[in-house]
């Protein structure tokens, strides 16, 4: 697999304090042979570590998973197949509903497809529109997902609130713009729906200069907690060759070292434009994702403030863009771009008529939960719950 | 030291403990529903049916049946069977209208793409929240009555949107008005005014709702036909 040269694209690698180093233990991996009878257990799918309906099927040795069969498809909604039978333009509120973290995402990650099949040109200003609802998106999936993950690993409530709280923040930003908090279906084929108005960039510029002082306090709560430490460091480790192997992406992918993102790779939208880092980990452990996370939305913090100070007039959606009644030539298109959870493209084809003959999701949850049997072999049932916690699903997407 | 990084976690729970007796960006709890949210004006919530008044929502609905929105809507949860016969709209304009309009509220997903396909600004998003039935099936099956809101709600939920909206179509009815004018003034003009100028008006396409993206139903009219145009309700 071609990667990009690191010094090009400037990769930060994670800070990472060593917990052996302050005397915490790492746990033992290997479990004991032959120790005892093995027991069967169903974890989930209405378990409420399970981040949604998803079942794990483990075999336990004592308290050490011995093997993990995930079931999935508690969720299924027959996504891929209803796109086959809606026109182009009915798909882009279902698309809100794979990932429903983050509509915005999807929405352009779909438009993004569309455009390239009809070759449907995209205004200036709705690039960096979309760029500045990504990078909110991606704030908002990360603090949420860290969130999550310390209520995983047993932090009751305080960690997650706190990211509740900031999360509610980004979503009115949401609400205000496209009149819904999570089922924005806000992109359009050539831009966006509606132009933000001044009111709305300066609550979001409000919102971006803040945000670098919530995580700092974050960090503080979490990054160097000793419980967290213990919890995290050294359990679920993603061997850098596994996980290309296995298609993970996002920033699953780059804690285990690589650094392979869309927004450096592809240079899709505007992105060429801006300057900012990708942040790698160096174990691929349950921390290291964690703290990707927390400095790629230091970066998007930088994106933003880039994007807002160069975002241009014009118009937001090209009038004579056709969205209604679309019929792209026969073909096929891939789009693809960086989404939170890593690369989330929508594959079409097209024969010339309203609806597409092919309509497929590649979903970077489903992709990334496929090595979760090769994370959590040996670790306890506890550590199972933190692994699957760190590599970020939303059954949404898993399952379609 | 180990340790540290507790006591700086706890510092962290402190400050915000106590921010959020004073601190507006700590304490953000609204105590639904004693305190109502304050919807943002771009806020959406099902569909409603525009008409032009409140007294009268069945004979002014916007909507001529065109079921374009039907069509379109992606989980096709809108029924619409067109009237027979006509009747006149808000302009004065006979037109067909919906003899039924349903929307299942349990189907639809408040995309609001029902709302962006409509050419003729019938159809709008609420913004009514708190909704419950005690049926699931007919309880949650609105009909044209359930739907129907006057314009003047509708000013006063989108007030920026609706005030477009009367703009634009004020616009295309002065357009109208005037094509009218002036083909009355050139059928009075020629020199054989009786049987061509007829052949013209009953011109195929003309009592037909205009295709989308293109006017509105009052620039397509007969143009002998138009009679002066009713009074628009005010804005608030």
């Known amino acids: ?400 | 030291m180990l340790g540290k990084g507790l006591l700086q976690g706890l510092a962290v729970t402190a400050k915000n403990l106590v921010g959020s007796y004073h601190d507006p960006a700590r304490y953000v709890t609204q105590e639904y529903p004693e305190v109502q949210p304050k919807l943002p004006e771009a806020y959406r919530n099902f569909p409603f049916l525009v008409s032009e008044t409140a007294d009268d929502p069945m004979g002014t609905l916007r909507c001529v049946a065109c079921q374009i929105c039907e069509k379109e809507c992606p989980p096709q949860c809108i029924y619409i069977e067109k009237s027979k016969d006509k009747k006149p709209d808000a302009t004065g304009k006979a037109q067909i209208y919906p003899a039924v309009f349903a929307i299942d509220t349990a189907v639809c997903m408040s995309c609001q793409i029902c709302v962006e396909v409509c050419p003729f600004d019938a159809i709008k998003m609420d913004q009514e929240f708190a909704i419950a039935a005690t049926d699931r099936f007919g309880g949650l099956l609105l009909n044209r009555e359930q739907l129907a809101k006057p314009n003047a709600y509708y000013h006063q939920i989108h007030p920026t949107e609706a005030a477009e909206v009367d703009e634009r179509l004020a616009a295309e009815r002065r357009a109208a008005e005037e094509k009218a004018r002036l083909a009355a003034a050139a059928k009075a003009a020629a020199p054989k005014p009786a049987v061509p100028a007829a052949a013209a008006a009953a011109a195929p396409g003309a009592a037909r709702p205009a295709p989308a993206g293109s006017t509105a139903p009052a620039a397509s009219a007969p143009v002998d036909s138009v009679p002066p145009p009713a009074p628009r309700p005010p804005s608030p």
């Open chain 1, 1 to 400: 697999m071609m990667l990009p040269d690191p010094a090009a694209t400037g990769l930060a690698r994670v800070r990472k304090i060593e917990g052996a180093a302050l005397g915490l233990r790492t746990p033992a991996f290997a479990p004991e042979e032959g120790a005892g009878d093995l027991l069967e257990v169903s974890l989930g799918p209405h378990h409420p570590s399970t981040h949604g309906v998803f079942r794990m099927d483990v075999v336990l040795d004592g308290e050490r998973i011995v093997r993990l069969k995930p079931v999935f498809g508690y969720l299924h909604r027959n996504h891929e197949k209803l796109g086959e039978g809606t026109s182009y333009l009915g798909s882009m509120p279902y698309t809100d509903r794979l990932d429903y973290l983050n509509s915005m995402t999807n929405n352009w990650a779909y438009a993004l497809a569309v455009e390239k099949l009809a070759g449907i040109p995209v205004t200036e200003r709705a690039e960096y529109v979309r760029v500045i609802l990504a990078e909110l998106s991606r704030l908002l999936n990360h603090t949420c997902l860290a969130g999550f993950l310390m209520q995983d690993c047993g932090c009751s409530g305080t960690p997650l609130m706190y990211a509740f709280r900031e999360r509610e923040k980004i979503l009115d930003l949401f609400e205000s713009l496209s009149g819904s908090r999570m089922m924005c279906n806000f992109q359009r084929f050539g831009g966006c729906r509606v132009d933000p108005s001044a009111e709305w960039l300066a609550a979001t510029r409000t919102l971006v200069d803040g945000y670098g002082a919530f995580l700092d306090e974050f960090e503080a709560l979490l990054s160097g907690n000793e419980i967290v430490m213990a919890r995290t460091q050294g359990v679920g480790r993603l061997p850098a060759a596994l996980a290309v192997n296995a298609g993970v992406t996002g920033p699953m992918l780059r804690a285990s070292g690589v650094g392979h993102d869309l927004r450096k790779v592809d240079g899709y939208g505007v992105y060429p434009r801006f300057n900012f880092r990708v942040p790698i980990g160096r174990d691929g452990d349950v921390y290291d994702r964690y703290m990707v996370r927390m400095l790629e939305m230091r970066e998007s913090i930088s994106i933003l403030d880039q994007a807002l100070r160069g975002l241009p007039g014009g118009p937001i959606l090209d009038p004579k863009a056709k969205q209604r009644g679309l019929r792209p030539k026969a073909g096929e298109a891939y789009g693809r771009i960086e989404g939170p959870k890593g690369e989330i493209g929508f594959f079409l084809g097209s024969d010339g008529t309203g609806n597409p003959t092919r309509y497929r999701v590649r979903a970077p949850s489903f992709v990334n939960l496929t090595i979760l049997e090769d994370l959590c072999l040996g670790h306890s049932v506890a550590d199972t719950v933190i692994i699957l916690g760190s590599i970020d699903i939303v059954l949404g997407e898993v399952d379609r």
